[in-house]
């Protein structure tokens, strides 16, 4: 596996707060077209990792590569537009709007390469077309008229991924999407998230375990804000160092 086959890349990141690393030394790297899982015990670190590869906080140390591109000084907002996006950040889903009108809001944003404001009335239609059609990828195809506010949990969810692949996205950060969820809207959000990862890379975080089987072909476990291993979910899982990182070894 050669650089050019990560769509997203670190090497040496690392965070400290007033000489604290919360994230220390760690070299991540996404395959292109991969659903890639961040993992470990709560304070491993997932979260300050995701922070450093969206720019919302700046590393202390290493680099992070977007596509082999050198990202590591570039800003939130220039970040997205080279396409690595965080879902439920950048494209928060208005509650007064509908589903429809949400999804063209997207498409039309600064992020979005395909529309601008100012298109011709021409456009119109095909922006009309292209947000059905990215309801119906997450499920929404009966809640086109439906507002934000009127969805249940799940489906603010869906939506909310909506929205971000409005940005077309290379690659697409997830940040716990099943999180707070019961039962009856995990299936539908995890087989909703594998329909749209076909030919995109996504890095996910993720608690929920059976989740992270089903989605994702790699998976880092982080630990005390270091990589304690990486590999396949069978790997990973029957790893000791796993099992005791879990156990609160
Ligand atoms: P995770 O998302 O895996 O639960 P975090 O990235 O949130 O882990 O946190 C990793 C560690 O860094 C924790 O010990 C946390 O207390 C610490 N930490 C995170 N953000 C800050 C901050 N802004 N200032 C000081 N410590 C922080």
Redesign the pocket.
């Known amino acids: 596996t050669s650089a050019q086959d990560y769509a997203l890349e670190t090497r040496d990141l690392g965070k400290s ?2 000489g ?1 690393y ?2 220390k030394g760690v070299n991540l790297q996404v395959r292109r077209g991969s659903v890639h899982a961040l993992i ?12 450093l590869l969206t720019k919302t906080l700046s590393p202390t140390t290493g680099k992070v590569f977007l596509e082999g591109r050198d990202i590591t000084r570039l800003r939130t907002a220039q970040v997205a537009k080279l396409g690595l996006v965080r879902s439920f950040q950048i494209s928060a889903t208005f509650p007064h709007l509908t589903c429809l009108e949400n999804v063209r809001v997207a498409l039309q944003s600064d992020y979005g390469k395909s529309f601008r404001f100012w298109s011709p009335i021409s456009a119109v239609s095909e922006l009309n077309a292209r947000a059905v059609e990215l309801l119906e990828r997450v499920g929404l195809a009966n809640a086109l008229d439906l507002t934000a506010a009127e969805l249940s949990y799940g489906k603010k969810r869906a939506l909310e991924i909506a929205t971000t692949l409005a940005l077309d996205p290379k690659v697409l950060l997830l940040d716990e999407p099943t999180a707070g969820m019961g039962h009856e809207d995990i299936e539908p959000i995890t087989k909703m998230i594998s329909e749209v990862s076909d030919g995109r890379t996504i890095l996910i ?1 993720e608690h929920n375990l059976s989740v992270v089987a089903t989605l994702c072909e790699r998976i880092t476990v ?1 630990q005390h ?1 270091e990589v304690l291993t990486e590999g396949t979910y069978d790997e990973v899982a029957n790893d000791p160092d796993v099992i005791t990182a879990y156990m609160g070894g």
């Open positions: 707060f007033a604290f919360a994230v470990g015990p709560n304070g491993a670190g997932k979260t300050t990792c995701f922070n975080v982080l804000g």
